[in-house]
């Protein structure tokens, strides 16, 4: 297929944060901002780079974290190996316009293609967003993988609608937890952020969740200082005490749950459940129309999935996208990736991606 006219593929730097910003201007969430991915930079999870695609009057902007391979795997004893991989949470592609024509697909597919393998970018993988509608955007580049369903609350209904929809045990916790005395506010100047992080520490190994989930206190520190979303501190006490707190964002229409943490004296109270509900309740008053709470760990259908669905019925289907551009190079990291363990791993998903970072 013929290249559209003028189109043309550019790859933007957080050295240009400005020029980022204005390319993902189309409906997109925190996830696709340049401050996120300065955090992500700042965890070693890989280089920043947006590929932004324009053509025919359509933008269609990918935000991606680009990691070397190790020259140990490789052994090429070239040039470098690189691969590519999302941010934490839900990104995938920003298009300028709800309906993408097919012709504009294919250039972009057609254009991406060639950035990525000039890059030498071995192979891809991205966290979609639930409720964006990236899948027909990268359709056809690899595969997409489902994996599992996250829950979001709709705030474009009457409020008493929304209350409506919850389970009778959630109505009957927050009742309880009202008449207990337990309170829950909006942390404005984050005087709380220092005891949220000890909580969501606490919460962390208590459920023995991986590296990826534990961040570094100056992550929290610039995260909530970011200008460029706006991002609340929701607390909640019982007896003058800190019971739980999260940090929810709010861009666009949409409200994010990011990260919660309950202390272990309050997890027989369930306080998280006031804390939601109250989130719910400020999105709703701020013009909001999503409240996302997410899915399961590690998108599993698990207890923390089914306490998410006592607030709404409403399931989203989560996706992944996997592609290989360098198919053979691709198997040799693999080969050589099994060459290398001299001894037992934990155990990873069948379907890890890319296998040979497994």
Known sequence: MASIKGSSIRIISLDSKDEWRDAVSGLHDFYHLPFFHELAKDLDEGEPKLFVYEGGGYRISLPLLIRRIDTALDGSGGKPWFDA???YGYAGPVPSHPDIPEMIKQDFHESLTKALTEKRVV???SRLHPFLNQDHLVAGLGTLVSQGHTVSIDLSIPEKSQVGLYRENHRRGLRKLRERGATCYVDEDFRHLDAFIKVYGETMRRVGA???YIFPHLYFQKFVSTNETDVKLFVCEIGNEIACAGIFTKCGDIVQYHLGGTSESSLK???MKLV???ARHWGYEHGAKILHL???VGTQDDSLLQFKKGFSNRLHTFNTWRWVLFQSV???LVAAFKMKQS????KQPADFFPLYRS
């Open 85 to 87: 991989t999302s941010v």
């Open 123 to 125: 192979s891809l993988f």
């Open 210 to 212: 991986t590296e990826d």
């Open 269 to 271: 109270f369930s306080p």
């Open 276 to 278: 939601l509900d109250t």
């Open 294 to 296: 997410g899915g399961g």
């Open 330 to 332: 691709y198997d040799q």
């Open 343 to 346: 001894k037992p791993r934990p």
